[in-house]
């Protein structure tokens, strides 16, 4: 396992990888991808076996621009809308899926397929060093917390892929907004940074969400338990305990171990250092023999809602 330095070098070395059907760590300003290039079945294989990921769970295909996007899936309306506001960017969108050079296993063997174009400079520069779409979901084992920073990924994947691409931490820390327009009526399957208003306001009319739908289980990766660290977690605390783990939301209480979120009660703040600091407050428990981590409540205004959305199903049992 190799850790690339970001430079037009790395780049290009982590393209050569890809291209040999390597699996390459990358960051996005969503969370880090483990990046496959898209037309290898054998490089997507290797992709679901790292992550013991079922392989009716499809993985979002990474394109360079619209351009390469209208090549593996059919545009309507609603999706042009909201590529156009939010590409490139935290956005997933699901679309019909044309026949193309991306393989099946890809995406699961459906009728569809998820389109991402990511802002991130690092990402952007090494789909178009590789000229190839590149599946890639999140960096992390299934179930698992997902991964927002290189060193994370050396913990818990070092053993399993080529390299790691180098790219400081992860802007956002939240996993895309996926938005499915392969129907009349687009629906919102995951939520992130881009929030079901911002989703609504762009389309022009209230969209609805498949989340909170538990019998029909639209997007495969949506199972109930997710994102889940080895502790136990238990959510909503206002008054740890001394000898407690806590992640608070807003200053942290002395005398009290854990680390907060964010100081100032800022949620997209705390989006961003919500997965690092799971990983930070996991080890910590496990040092201790395991014993659970106490979250704060967290307002589900705004970004709030993708982050409850995350706990809710990381706290799973
Ligand atoms: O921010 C992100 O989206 C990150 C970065 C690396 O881009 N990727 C990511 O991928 O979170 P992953 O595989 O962890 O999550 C992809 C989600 C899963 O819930 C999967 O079921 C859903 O998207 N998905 C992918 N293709 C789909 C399809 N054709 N139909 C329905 N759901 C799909
Ligand atoms: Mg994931």
Redesign the pocket.
């Known amino acids: 396992m190799k850790i690339i330095k970001n430079s037009s070098e790395g780049i290009k070395e982590a393209a050569e990888i890809l291209s040999a059907d390597g699996i390459v760590a990358?960051p996005?300003?969503?969370?880090?991808?483990?990046?496959a290039n898209a037309f290898s079945e054998e490089a997507v294989t290797k992709v679901y076996k790292i992550?013991k990921?079922p392989f009716f769970?499809?993985?979002?295909?990474?394109v360079s621009s619209y351009d390469m996007a209208t090549e593996h899936g059919v545009f309507n309306d609603s999706a042009n809308k909201l590529v156009k506001k939010y590409w490139p960017g935290?956005l997933?969108i699901?679309l019909n899926?044309r026949k193309s050079g991306v393989v099946s296993s890809a995406?699961?063997s459906?009728d569809?397929?998820?389109l991402?174009c990511?802002s991130n400079t690092i990402?952007s520069k090494l789909l178009k060093e590789l000229k190839k779409p590149i599946a890639?979901?999140?960096?992390?084992k299934s179930g698992k917390l997902?991964c927002t920073n290189p060193r994370d990924i050396f913990t818990k994947l070092k053993n399993d892929i080529n390299a790691i691409l180098d790219g400081g931490d992860a802007q956002l820390g939240?996993?895309?907004t996926?938005v499915?327009c392969?129907e009349e009526i687009p629906r919102i399957?995951?939520l992130?940074n881009i929030t079901l208003d911002e989703i609504s306001s762009c389309l022009g009319y209230k969209i609805v969400t498949d989340l909170q739908n538990k019998k029909k289980v639209?997007?495969?990766?949506?199972l109930l338990k997710h994102y889940s660290p080895d502790a136990e977690l238990i959510l909503n605390q206002n008054e740890p305990r001394k000898g407690d783990i806590f992640l608070s939301f807003g200053p942290h209480p002395t005398g009290i171990d854990g680390l907060t979120l964010t100081e100032s009660k800022n949620l997209v703040e705390a989006a961003k250092n919500l997965f690092t600091s799971l990983h930070i407050l996991d080890r910590l428990s496990q040092e201790r023999g395991g014993p659970p981590i106490k979250v704060a409540p967290i307002p589900s205004n705004g970004v709030g809602a993708a982050i409850n959305d995350r706990l809710l199903r990381a706290a799973q049992k």
């Open positions: 990358f996005t300003e969503t969370v880090y991808g483990l990046g992550k990921r769970n499809p993985l979002i295909i990474h935290p997933s699901i899926k995406t699961a459906l569809t397929i998820a991402r990511p990402a890639a979901p999140s960096a992390n997902t939240l996993e895309s996926v499915d392969s399957v995951r992130g639209k997007s495969p990766g949506q």
